[in-house]
């Protein structure tokens, strides 16, 4: 007898086909949308704040840049210092030294209203 070669063959294969969602798993998809949309709204407003924050950051270094960088170019800058201002009534003169260092800052011919000398009190 000779053999016969069968004519089909089956095997267990798996293949994407369309499937119908029930009416409980369309339920669960929408909460689950909903979670995702409500988490989307969340971080997108993390996002602003972060992009705000960093922002800020941002203008304050430029604006000390700029603020260090007009110093440099100025190659000065005004600050306080004690002084003491020195009228001399006989040469009419206004006199400013600085206290940190002596040195004169400012000499002038006094104003009209600066002759008037004041009244010592006993």
Same mark, same amino acid.
């Given at each position: 007898?000779?053999?016969?070669?069968?004519?089909? *063959?089956?095997?267990?294969?798996?293949?994407?086909?369309?499937?119908?969602?029930?009416?409980?798993? @369309?339920?669960? @998809?929408?909460?689950?949308?909903?979670?995702?949309?409500? *988490?989307?709204?969340?971080? *997108?407003?993390?996002?602003?704040?972060?992009?705000?924050?960093?922002?800020?950051? &941002?203008?304050l270094a430029r604006?000390? @840049?700029?603020?260090?960088?007009?110093?440099?170019?100025?190659?000065?800058?005004?600050?306080?210092?004690?002084?003491? *201002?020195?009228?001399?009534?006989?040469?009419?003169? &206004?006199? &400013? &030294? #600085?206290?940190?260092?002596?040195?004169?800052?400012?000499? #002038?011919?006094?104003q009209p209203w600066? #002759?008037?000398?004041?009244?010592?009190?006993?």
């Open positions: 007898m000779a053999n016969k070669q069968q004519s089909t *063959e089956t095997t267990k294969i798996s293949r994407s086909l369309k499937y119908e969602f029930t009416r409980d798993e @369309l339920l669960a @998809l929408s909460e689950t949308m909903a979670e995702a949309h409500e *988490e989307q709204a969340q971080a *997108e407003g993390k996002l602003k704040s972060v992009q705000a924050q960093i922002k800020a950051e &941002v203008e604006a000390k @840049l700029a603020s260090v960088a007009s110093k440099i170019k100025a190659r000065h800058e005004y600050r306080e210092f004690d002084c003491e *201002e020195t009228r001399d009534f006989e040469n009419s003169l &206004v006199t &400013v &030294v #600085r206290l940190d260092t002596f040195e004169t800052v400012e000499s #002038r011919p006094m600066e #002759r008037q000398q004041s009244l010592g009190t006993a």
